[in-house]
């Protein structure tokens, strides 16, 4: 595969990496609103119950203070009391909502004006029946109850209630719409999210596949050309030893085996100089460098001139010599090319 295809498809790797995240981001945001959304409703609901409570307390109340006015029985005032009580603390309750503006502070001035008023009038009613004995206190009560100023109160908080009543049911709706689609939505993008990111990791892992295959034909052929060379300096009439960047042995063809009487097996990481008589040796690394400074493909040692080679026993032979260069497996290789003159 060629290296524009890797770079395209890494591009295309690292595309569906960003387009995951920003569906990952997305999802978190909707996950965060479906949450919001969630409150919302929990919090309608509730304030939903506090305004039927309060509806509920002053009826109580109401049913306690009729008791009361026909037996003229404390026991009836038990759940007067309650439900007054219960109709101030559920008025309390609002102020969390006024304070969220979940609730207008005027709605809830209106509210608490209406429950007051309600329970003067009660008030009045259980006092006169209390304070009176007979049918003179009845009476009394009566008379307040029949300015319908009771019942007015009552339709008017039963009117407030419900308009309230149907603006949080309204709204309610929506929030359970919104709710619904937020639901969807998020579920449609962890779907995308998923779909993107099985297809990223089938397309890493088909990119790795043919990557390695690449490397795997790409080693194969080195492998051949290595052996093709191996086989032609090996089939060399001349002295070939291989050496690398650092001056130590790679490889001997046989000739040269047979001229220094060593043992190719024995020579590799070798320096070279343990083929070069000692007085030599610091030329040998000055030509060396040189060679390697030069950057030229082939260059014969001394101008052609002789030089000597040192055998395993310790005897020396003269020879000309030549080094050039080969790079392999990304490694500059030297070659020195010599045929022995005796």
Known sequence: MKRRSFHWITVALVLATVIVAMICGLAIQKGNRAEQTSDDIFRNYHLRVRLKDILSSVKDAESGERG????????????????????????????????????????????????????????????????????????????????????????????????????????????????????????????????????????????TSLERRHRAVA????????????????SALDVVISVDDDGRVVM??????????RRESQTPGQPLELLIPKRF????????????????????????GLIYGLRADGSEFPAEASISRMVVKGSSFVYGNSERRE
């Open 68 to 207: 009361f006015l026909i037996t003229r029985n404390e026991e009836y005032l038990q759940p007067y009391d309650a439900g007054v009580k219960q109709a101030l603390d559920d008025l309390d309750a609002l102020r969390e909502f006024v304070e969220s503006r979940e609730l207008p502070s005027e709605t809830l001035s209106t509210l608490s004006k209406l429950v007051k008023d309600r329970h003067l009038e009660l008030e009045e009613t259980i006092s006169l029946r209390r304070n009176m004995e007979g049918d003179e206190g009845f009476g009394l009560a009566r008379d307040v109850i029949e300015t319908n100023r009771g019942r007015e109160i009552m339709e008017q908080l039963r009117e407030v209630i419900a308009e309230l009543l149907t603006d949080l049911d309204n709204r309610l709706d929506i929030l359970h719409q919104e709710a619904s689609d937020l639901k969807a939505s998020h579920a449609v993008l962890i779907s995308i999210g998923l779909l993107v990111s099985i297809g990223t990791f089938v397309a890493a892992a088909i990119v």
């Open 219 to 234: 080693v194969e052929t080195m492998e051949a050309q290595r052996e093709r060379l191996i086989a032609i300096v090996d």
């Open 281 to 304: 040796h610091a030329y040998h690394r000055r030509h060396l460098k040189e060679f390697a400074d030069e950057h030229v493909a082939r260059k014969r040692v001394l101008d052609g």
């Open 252 to 261: 001997m063809n046989p000739i040269a085996e047979e001229v220094f009487q």
